[in-house]
């Protein structure tokens, strides 16, 4: 597994170049669209960087909600949120798209609508199941903590099995299978990540796969071999 990481590290240097590049060309991406019954709220739109989440831009919204966010183009696939208070919607971004997005405020991290993106359909549906991952397992503590741990252990196989078999595997190279490497749940006020090699063997196979699929499709994309800054992140927290 050392290895993959290593393999994936290889290229970080190239980010910088690729994005300096890309925003010589004025070329944007786009994220727009209306957040309802939010009036006065302010609406951030952030991206996931390797020291966190840093604010691009932001919007006080009107009764209307409206928003229109601008990035330089990316060359290969980056993850950003749109955000009011602890309300997140996940959006990958990997081209010049443009994506539209609606929602209701303040349930807009379950209630939202995605148009224009393939990608960000699955990671809205991978998002919904990890919310509901996450309120399953925080009612077993509550309600049979004697017992929680195994019975946990018994939904989170579970659910890595309906996610590598039907969304990893399936599309290895897609940007939303790499958004499901990194989802976790909060145990014992802990955050434990679903596919953690460290912990499972069998996660070497997952990771392995997503790994390889994109060193190819964006060695060939870029004639180089490229890393995201969410790649960074898993190298650093599974040495």
């Not at 957040?35 to 960087?49: P, T």
């Not at 993850?79 to 996940?90: D, S």
């Not at 596919?195 to 069998?202: G, H, M, S, T, V």
Request: hydrophobic share 40%.
């Amino acid at each position: 597994m050392k290895n993959i990481f290593k393999t994936l590290v290889a290229g970080a240097f190239l980010i910088g170049l690729t994005a300096f590049m890309s925003s010589c060309g004025g070329e944007k991406f786009h994220v727009e669209g209306a957040i309802s019954n939010a009036k006065d709220s302010i609406l951030y739109f952030e991206h996931n960087s390797l020291t966190g989440f840093t604010t691009i831009d932001s919007v006080k919204l009107d009764d209307k909600g409206a928003f229109s966010f601008a990035s330089d183009k990316v060359n290969n696939p980056e993850f950003y949120r749109l955000r009011i208070a602890g309300q997140i919607i996940n959006v990958a971004i990997d081209s010049m798209e443009t994506v539209k997005i609606t929602a209701t405020y303040p349930q807009m991290a379950t209630d939202y609508n995605v148009n224009g993106s393939y990608e960000n359909e699955k990671i809205k549906e991978l998002a919904l199941k990890q919310i509901n991952l996450q309120t399953q397992c925080q009612a077993l503590y509550d309600q049979q903590p004697q017992v929680a741990d195994s019975l946990v252990e018994v939904l989170v196989q579970a659910y890595k099995k309906d996610v590598s078999h039907n969304y990893i595997f399936k599309e290895p190279m897609k940007a939303y299978s790499y958004f499901a490497l990194f989802q976790y749940i909060v145990v014992n006020n802990e955050a434990r990540l679903i596919f953690n090699p460290a912990i499972d063997a069998k996660d070497n196979k997952v990771f392995g796969a997503v790994a390889t699929s994109w060193d190819a499709f964006y060695l060939i994309q870029n004639v180089g071999r490229t890393c995201t800054t969410l790649q960074l992140r898993v190298c650093k927290t599974t040495e």
